[in-house]
């Protein structure tokens, strides 16, 4: 009902930058929240950055300073600006988005993208 699709990962040399594009398209939902997660092999998912429909944001201690989170609510796109990578950062990341399904009855969702390879390495 709900599709995410992301772009932007690839290889990148520590200090690189790169930007990660999500958008979500489908039909009969509304987004509340959207957000990046990421997984590095033999370590659990974890939240990356997160913005509401109102801009507030959140961000992971480690990435703080260094990493972006920006939202077009009417293109239902998520953005991750990523400065000053590093090799800790390697990991597949996830887009995240929260809304409601508007349809006989109104129901909350949360769905994921297939996720996009990002590999910092000299």
């Known amino acids: 009902q709900v599709q995410l699709v992301e772009s932007g990962g690839g290889l990148v040399q520590p200090g690189g930058s790169l930007r990660l594009s999500c958008a979500a398209s489908g039909s009969g939902f509304s987004i509340n929240a959207m957000g990046w997660y990421r997984q590095a092999p033999g370590k659990q998912r974890e939240l990356v950055a997160k913005?509401?429909?109102?801009?507030?944001?959140d961000y992971a201690d480690s990435v703080k300073g260094r990493f972006t989170i920006s939202r077009d609510n009417i293109k239902n796109t998520v953005y991750l600006q990523m400065n000053s990578l590093k090799p800790e950062d390697t990991a597949v990341y996830y887009c995240?988005?929260?809304?409601?399904?508007?349809?006989?009855?109104?129901?909350?969702?949360?769905?994921w993208g297939q996720g996009t390879q990002v590999t910092v390495s000299s």
């Open positions: 995240n988005a929260e809304g409601q399904i508007i349809g006989l009855f109104t129901k909350i969702f949360n769905s």
């Open positions: 913005i509401t429909r109102g801009a507030i944001t």
